[in-house]
């Protein structure tokens, strides 16, 4: 019987997971992804009609059973009437992801006891009781996972926060007593403790008079990759504040949609630099066509670091439009530029860049992003390396003969055989061994030549070495 792949390892064919509060947020996203690895789902959630339109969703994109059922983790009577019908439906619980969770923020004298009640017994209360449910039944079975999702803030304060941070310090605590309880039993429990994420509990976020509690949604939002929030980002581009201007342009360059570059493209023109650099990375990670003209525009700018993300947002763009533009900047006065436009080129593929980056081998500075450049065109890049290679210095020689050693074309063996002639071993060498790789039969005789009559003992070594790997088996 055949080892498991690695991933194969993390597969849950046959299993059961239960996600409390699934219906949204980063519950559903956990269903999902325990769904996609091949377990069955239930999902639970106060609102049977949520988690139902989520149920079905999940079992539609994965083909695998998903449940809804309604439940309220404060209460015992739930839970254990939750246990019971998870299991009838769908059989024993092997993973129990306790996410059901609420958050009331305010200063503490705000706070009424209701809230604190509210918080405590939603974030921490629900898992005990549904770890005290499942967990003794997974022990008797020998195997199961407890997943407790706690926060950052179970470790570190933040105004505002004291109910919320609390009932996560008490998960991370819960946690490591239920690991102890059940160790060697087959069952784990264990917690994590993300950062913010622009999941609906921190959309409110964005109003609130804090700067830094704007900032924290900002960065969290724009990761929902949902162009509805894209008006609500908007605003916060003419703040005072530079760091929430910042913020937002990060945050429309994370969402990924078009209806962010209109607005990301007018702070090209920004007095700070930062920010016209952090709108042309947010433009080439939506790689919007539309962008490339004030793009090209960004290209002359008056700083290296705005030029160096124009450069590698048009790379990611991918318009053939921008291949003069970037040609010229490899003539840029800063070698940093002038290595982000040879990626570009790389990754645009267009061969009329070519001559260039072959050209471009010769220069130490830029050789790197050359070569890698060259790599992505593939074998379009070959008429032009062998006009290249006979006035090429010798280690550009040496790389152009390593990159036709990895194609698999006509002209890349001819390239190859005529290297076996060049005037240094070394590029001889990475000849030999190259025809040798690729199997190249036509190369067995001036192989032989060279094994023979080559007056470097290293050369005829890697000769040797080739006919052995082309010899018939």
């Given at each position: 019987m055949s080892e498991k792949t690695v991933?194969?390892?993390?597969?849950?064919?046959?299993?059961?997971a239960l996600v409390t509060g699934g219906a949204r947020g980063l519950g559903l996203t956990m269903a999902t992804a325990l769904a996609e690895?091949?377990?069955?789902?239930?999902?639970?959630?106060?609102?049977?009609?949520?988690?139902?339109?989520?149920?079905?969703?999940?079992?539609?994109?994965t083909k695998r059973k998903a449940r809804a059922f309604a439940a309220d983790v404060t209460n015992l009577a739930d839970v254990e009437r939750l246990t019971a019908e998870a299991e009838a439906e769908l059989g024993k619980v092997d993973i129990?992801?306790?996410?059901?969770?609420?958050?009331?923020?305010?200063?503490?004298?705000?706070?009424?006891?209701?809230?604190?009640?509210?918080?405590?017994?939603?974030?921490?209360?629900?898992?005990?009781?549904?770890a005290r449910a499942m967990g003794p039944r997974m022990v008797k079975r020998g195997w199961g996972r407890v997943i407790n999702i706690g926060s950052i803030l179970g470790a570190v304060g933040l105004p505002g926060r004291a109910p919320y941070a609390a009932s996560k310090?008490?998960?991370?605590?819960?946690?490591?007593?239920?690991?102890?309880?059940?160790?060697?039993?087959?069952?784990?429990?264990?917690?994590?403790?993300?950062?913010?994420?622009g999941t609906e509990m921190n959309r409110p976020l964005l109003d609130d008079p804090d700067p830094r509690m704007r900032f924290v949604a900002l960065r969290a939002l724009g990761h929902i990759r949902n162009p509805e929030v894209v008006p609500r980002l908007i605003p916060f581009?003419?703040?005072?504040?530079?760091?929430?201007?910042?913020?937002?342009?990060?945050?429309?360059?994370?969402?990924?949609?078009?209806?962010?570059?209109?607005?990301?493209?007018?702070?090209?023109?920004?007095?700070?630099?930062?920010?016209?650099?952090?709108?042309a990375e947010s433009l080439g990670a939506i790689g919007d066509p539309q962008a490339v003209p004030p793009l090209l525009l960004a290209l002359e700018d008056e700083h290296w670091s705005v030029r160096c993300a124009a450069a590698g947002a048009l790379g990611q763009i991918r318009s053939p439009k921008a291949t003069s533009a970037l040609l010229a900047r490899l003539h840029d006065d800063d070698q940093t530029v002038r290595r982000a436009a040879v990626a570009a080129l790389g990754e645009l593929g267009d061969t009329r860049a070519a001559a260039r980056l072959a050209a471009?081998?010769?220069?130490?500075?830029?050789?790197?992003?050359?070569?890698?450049?060259?790599?992505?065109?593939?074998?379009?890049?070959?008429?032009?390396?062998?006009?290249?290679?006979p006035g090429a210095a010798p280690e550009a020689r040496r790389l152009i003969v390593d990159l036709a050693g990895r194609m698999d074309d006509r002209r890349a063996r001819r390239l190859l055989l005529s290297a076996l002639a060049d005037d240094t071993a070394q590029v001889r060498t990475e000849a030999a061994?190259?025809?040798?790789?690729?199997?190249?039969?036509?190369?067995?005789?001036?192989?032989?030549?060279?094994?023979?009559s080559d007056p470097s003992p290293g050369v005829r070594q890697a000769a040797a070495a080739a006919l052995k790997k082309l010899a018939p088996r």
């Open positions: 991933l194969e390892r993390f597969r849950l064919d046959g299993k059961v690895a091949g377990a069955d789902i239930a999902l639970s959630g106060r609102s049977l009609e949520s988690c139902q339109e989520a149920a079905d969703g999940i079992a539609a994109s129990l992801v306790n996410n059901a969770g609420i958050n009331i923020r305010g200063p503490i004298q705000d706070l009424s006891e209701a809230d604190w009640d509210a918080v405590i017994d939603t974030n921490l209360k629900g898992p005990f009781l549904c310090a008490g998960i991370i605590n819960l946690t490591r007593v239920l690991a102890l309880e059940w160790a060697g039993t087959g069952v784990t429990a264990n917690a994590i403790c993300p950062g913010a994420f581009l003419s703040d005072a504040r530079k760091e929430l201007r910042f913020a937002a342009v990060d945050a429309l360059g994370a969402v990924r949609s078009p209806a962010a570059s209109r607005p990301l493209m007018a702070v090209l023109v920004d007095a700070d630099r930062n920010l016209r650099r952090a709108a471009a081998l010769q220069d130490g500075g830029l050789q790197g992003a050359a070569l890698e450049a060259l790599r992505r065109m593939g074998a379009a890049a070959l008429p032009e390396l062998e006009k290249a290679f061994l190259a025809l040798g790789d690729g199997g190249i039969l036509e190369a067995v005789q001036p192989l032989m030549d060279v094994k023979a």
